[in-house]
């Protein structure tokens, strides 16, 4: 019985830890979302979203999205990296990314704070705007999560 | 002994995780190093392409003089006639953006026929789960005149919609449905200008462009067994019209080139409801 005993705790105990481990990097992309629609509302309506599945590399890389926007019309971007188990960095540019004449007009390490995943952008001129994530390398295997980005207008 | 292999087990488990939260804030700090060492030259293929919603597009036509004209939009009874997924897909966009047209132009009744229609094609394409949560019809016959909560009721079936195709691995049928909502929109905004020519639409329409360029992109990276090749091409076709737009923000299409971009558009999107 004492036998029994020791190795259910044991168990559990290994099943406790793996589990943290495991709530680490989950990503419920619609949970994610959904924590960011109060941040938009009232003012904001919904207007679309895009879900960055992210598989970390040996070697840092790059992904991109390419927000349209309509001149005159006011927009909020929020972003969402509870799903991320490493942090990345974010940045939106006026320009291509490719662009060396592009402007920094948003970079999430420079308004990051600990404990906080939701941060939001309202540019002050609407034109296109690329968002960029830089993922940092890792020697983890098999380490992923999202970030949730949700774009937001006003008429 | 017992005792001795259980605490160093228990020890172990809590160090494992303890180190992990290490890790996790040594990274936070190295992250902006790390940042300016990769190469910023982003390749096409790291690149996604955000697609606005139908509604700020029709909203926008909307404060720019896009007025209502009652028999331009896709009747209901086509619906019946589209047998393919691809027919259905774009269908379901032209439907989408026929009922923002009627939502922001306070015509619910004709909303709820259009939100019937898209019910019935997201049964043929098997999305049922789209509608059956939300109770849309009678939110909207509850909010009659209501426009900011009708609006409201028309961007969360945005959000239900992405959610869904989301959910369901459904990625590579939004670009789909999207195209058939730009043209539908499109077609609502080129009918209205030539019944009653307006500079702002024009302006707006011309502004069209950089949603196209995105929307062709986003086509081009689900395109691999070459299933959108037909519709690509014409929306390219559509494309060129904007050639003749130089660099600048207040770029705008003249008389004849809006003409022509019309024409096109009218075109595309009858060959779309017709099947």
Known sequence: MKKVIFYSTILVLLLTTTALKLEEVQCVAADLKNELMPVLKPEYKYDSSKITR???????????????????????????????????????????????????LFTLSNVREAGKNVYTFEPEKSKKMYVVYTIPATEEEGLKGCVVFLLGYKL | MKKKKFFILLSSSFLWFACE????????????????????VLEEESMSYLL?????????FKNSGLTYIGDLTSPTELAATYNTKYSQKLNFGIYSA????????????????YLSTLRGLSEKMWMTDVFNTMGLSKRLEANVGQHDSLTTIMADLQI??????????????GPVIFAGAWIETMYLGAKVNQANSNEKLIYRLTEQSVVLENLLKALEQINEDNDFD??????????????????GEEAKLGDEQVEKLSIQIIKLRNKIINN
Request: charged residues 30%.
């Open chain 1, 54 to 104: 992210v598989l970390y590399k040996k070697e840092a890389f790059q992904s991109g999205i390419e927000v349209p926007l309509f001149m005159g019309e006011k927009y909020r971007f929020v972003f969402n990296t509870a799903g991320l188990p490493k942090d990345i960095e974010i940045n939106i540019f006026d320009k291509k990314p490719s662009n060396k004449m592009k402007n920094a």
């Open chain 2, 160 to 173: 239900q919609l992405d959610d869904y195709l989301e959910e369901n691995g459904m990625g590579y049928t």
């Open chain 2, 98 to 113: 026929d009922m923002a047209y009627c939502i922001i132009n306070d015509q619910t009744q004709s909303a709820i026929e």
């Open chain 2, 52 to 60: 606005p919603s139908p509604l700020q597009i029709a909203e926008i």
């Open chain 2, 230 to 247: 037909e519709l690509i091409a014409d929306l390219k076709v559509v494309n060129k019209n904007f050639d003749v737009l130089e660099e």
């Open chain 2, 21 to 40: 939260s290490n890790n996790e804030n040594a990274t936070v700090e190295a992250v902006e190093e790390i940042t300016e060492e990769v190469d910023e």
